[in-house]
């Protein structure tokens, strides 16, 4: 592995994405990207009792069926990493131990999709393994409860608020298995805060940490805006990536054609989710499905995703902090 | 630039940036569902009086409540309420209807981590906060009461 400039990497061995594999629910099988989707589920609980079960049931189903879908047996992966948005990581560890695959738990909010990618490419950078599965998701109604209101509580969002998305994406990395899809290098994201105190305001929140991110690769490679077919930041929804691009343009790049963000993409406008959708299962899912899908048919060349993550926790915020955000960015390349 | 200054800078940008609801629009709404749901008590009000006419205001308002806290929680239960709420915002929350749904969105809620701990101590977890408060300003609105009373 070679270090770039401050925080970028480049890996040396070839490490293939072999496959992707979303799972989303119903509201976001309705919306613009169903046709790219590998499972949409009707019942967003999974005939589970609790939404948290069927949480746990969502990940163990994505990641069974990623294995299967890329050839491999559960025996020849030698790692899983990943994470949720649930406290103490409960869905992750809950299905870890179902799979019997050894494990590591990360959190980085919603950007823990990037976060596992670059723990799992380094660790076949390494050598000493050969095949790791990558897989983050997150659930509305279990991160209703723990982050805001009882579900059937009657109030009104505020308009720059967003919806987090149910879903898991699973991607299995190998270093012996070759496919079209490779990751190239990345950069790992150092916390930023730029004082917003307003949870419901995440977009905002995050949209700095991607910018100083991306603002570090480009400088990092000595590359522009123009140099990747797509460049996809991970759920700072309408608003924050309105925000992201003034940022950016500050900085001097214009970002307008060939940029979107995953969570702004996710829905359609009449589906009432506000500036879009967020939650670590919206890069992953959108990851895993869209953007491996065109970069496998060749639309794509080379993608820069940078997943976003709003590292908040409900009781420091109402002690007056602000929240702090992270945000890591890889590089996928099609030979 | 220090990071103090930066960041003041960044939460006026964002607070001119992010959208606003538009307030003649919430109070319009709110105005419709609250009268909505006033229309409504008066309308059960006017109907137990025809049948019972010699009952008193006060037991035909308790009454009322009780009418109007069981279709709330009706409503909870079906999933219905929060939809008005999103539509009526404090129209919905304000009336007795408000503090209903309240409760009850928690007690479905918590349901699942048991009777004790979950519906029993989380019951109030949004009421509560509004109970505390009705409390403490009913509090000072009655000192202030008793000293302006005494001149």
Not at chain 1, 219 to 240: F, V
Not at chain 1, 309 to 335: F, K, R, Y
Not at chain 2, 47 to 62: C, E, H, K, Q
């Given at each position: 592995m070679i270090k770039l400039g401050k925080q970028t990497y480049q890996l040396e061995k070839d490490i293939s994405v072999v496959t992707g594999l979303s799972l989303v629910g119903q509201k976001e099988g309705d919306g613009p990207l169903k046709r790219y989707f590998d499972f949409v589920e009707k019942d967003d609980k999974m005939g589970e009792k609790t939404f948290e079960k069927g949480e746990r049931h969502m990940f163990v189903k994505a990641i069974s069926s990623a294995i299967k879908k890329s050839g491999f047996s559960n025996e020849q992966i030698d790692l899983y990493v990943g994470g949720d948005l649930m406290n103490q990581l409960v869905s992750s560890n809950y299905t870890a131990e179902e799979l019997e695959i050894p494990f590591l738990g990360l959190y980085n909010a919603c950007a823990t999709m990037t976060e596992s990618l670059i723990i799992g490419s380094t660790f076949l950078e390494t050598g000493?393994?050969?095949?790791?599965?990558?897989?983050?998701?997150?659930?509305?109604?279990?991160?209703?409860?723990?982050?805001?209101?009882?579900?059937?509580?009657g109030n009104q969002r505020q308009s720059y608020a967003q919806w987090t998305v149910t879903g898991v994406g699973a991607s299995v990395l190998s270093s012996v298995k070759k496919s079209k899809v490779k990751i190239r290098k990345f950069t790992v994201g150092k916390v930023t805060d730029f004082g917003i105190c307003d949870i419901a305001n995440m977009g905002a929140a995050m949209a700095p940490a991607a910018m100083e991110t991306l603002n570090a690769f480009f400088k990092d490679t000595n590359t522009t805006q123009k140099d990747y077919d797509l460049i996809a930041t991970g759920d700072l929804g309408k608003l924050g990536s309105d925000i992201f691009k003034d940022l950016m343009q500050e900085k001097g790049y214009d970002l307008e054609t060939n940029y979107i963000d995953c969570g702004h993409m996710i829905y359609n406008i009449d589906q009432d989710t506000l500036q879009g959708g967020s939650g670590a299962g919206c890069s992953a899912v959108v990851l895993n499905s869209y953007i491996l899908n065109k970069l496998n048919t060749g639309e794509f060349k080379n993608v820069l995703l940078i997943s976003t993550g709003a590292l908040m926790s409900t009781t420091v915020n109402q002690q007056g902090d602000s929240i702090p955000c992270i945000a890591h960015l890889v590089l996928l390349e099609v030979e | 630039m220090n990071k103090y200054a930066r960041n003041e800078r960044y939460?006026?940008?964002?607070?001119?940036?992010?959208?606003?609801?538009?307030?003649?629009?919430?109070?319009?709404?709110?105005?419709?569902?609250?009268?909505?749901?006033?229309?409504?008590?008066?309308?059960?009000?006017?109907?137990?009086?025809s049948f019972y006419p010699m009952m008193d205001l006060l037991t035909v308002g308790a009454w009322i409540n009780i009418i109007v806290i069981s279709l709330t929680i009706i409503m909870t239960a079906l999933g219905v309420f929060d939809r008005l709420a999103k539509y009526g915002g404090a129209g919905t929350f304000i009336p007795i209807s408000g503090f209903a749904n309240s409760i009850a969105s928690c007690a479905i809620e918590y349901k699942k981590e048991g009777l004790v701990f979950g519906i029993g101590s989380k019951m109030f977890f949004v009421a509560g906060p509004v109970l505390v408060n009705g409390v403490a300003y009913s509090l000072v609105v009655g000192i202030v009461y008793y000293i302006i009373s005494l001149f």
């Amino acid at each position: 592995m070679i270090k770039l400039g401050k925080q970028t990497y480049q890996l040396e061995k070839d490490i293939s994405v072999v496959t992707g594999l979303s799972l989303v629910g119903q509201k976001e099988g309705d919306g613009p990207l169903k046709r790219y989707f590998d499972f949409v589920e009707k019942d967003d609980k999974m005939g589970e009792k609790t939404f948290e079960k069927g949480e746990r049931h969502m990940f163990v189903k994505a990641i069974s069926s990623a294995i299967k879908k890329s050839g491999f047996s559960n025996e020849q992966i030698d790692l899983y990493v990943g994470g949720d948005l649930m406290n103490q990581l409960v869905s992750s560890n809950y299905t870890a131990e179902e799979l019997e695959i050894p494990f590591l738990g990360l959190y980085n909010a919603c950007a823990t999709m990037t976060e596992s990618l670059i723990i799992g490419s380094t660790f076949l950078e390494t050598g000493g393994l050969n095949n790791v599965i990558c897989a983050t998701g997150s659930h509305f109604s279990t991160a209703e409860r723990q982050y805001r209101y009882p579900l059937e509580f009657g109030n009104q969002r505020q308009s720059y608020a967003q919806w987090t998305v149910t879903g898991v994406g699973a991607s299995v990395l190998s270093s012996v298995k070759k496919s079209k899809v490779k990751i190239r290098k990345f950069t790992v994201g150092k916390v930023t805060d730029f004082g917003i105190c307003d949870i419901a305001n995440m977009g905002a929140a995050m949209a700095p940490a991607a910018m100083e991110t991306l603002n570090a690769f480009f400088k990092d490679t000595n590359t522009t805006q123009k140099d990747y077919d797509l460049i996809a930041t991970g759920d700072l929804g309408k608003l924050g990536s309105d925000i992201f691009k003034d940022l950016m343009q500050e900085k001097g790049y214009d970002l307008e054609t060939n940029y979107i963000d995953c969570g702004h993409m996710i829905y359609n406008i009449d589906q009432d989710t506000l500036q879009g959708g967020s939650g670590a299962g919206c890069s992953a899912v959108v990851l895993n499905s869209y953007i491996l899908n065109k970069l496998n048919t060749g639309e794509f060349k080379n993608v820069l995703l940078i997943s976003t993550g709003a590292l908040m926790s409900t009781t420091v915020n109402q002690q007056g902090d602000s929240i702090p955000c992270i945000a890591h960015l890889v590089l996928l390349e099609v030979e | 630039m220090n990071k103090y200054a930066r960041n003041e800078r960044y939460v006026a940008y964002v607070e001119n940036k992010s959208p606003k609801a538009g307030w003649f629009e919430s109070l319009f709404h709110a105005f419709l569902m609250g009268a909505a749901i006033c229309c409504l008590g008066q309308m059960f009000s006017d109907i137990i009086r025809s049948f019972y006419p010699m009952m008193d205001l006060l037991t035909v308002g308790a009454w009322i409540n009780i009418i109007v806290i069981s279709l709330t929680i009706i409503m909870t239960a079906l999933g219905v309420f929060d939809r008005l709420a999103k539509y009526g915002g404090a129209g919905t929350f304000i009336p007795i209807s408000g503090f209903a749904n309240s409760i009850a969105s928690c007690a479905i809620e918590y349901k699942k981590e048991g009777l004790v701990f979950g519906i029993g101590s989380k019951m109030f977890f949004v009421a509560g906060p509004v109970l505390v408060n009705g409390v403490a300003y009913s509090l000072v609105v009655g000192i202030v009461y008793y000293i302006i009373s005494l001149f």
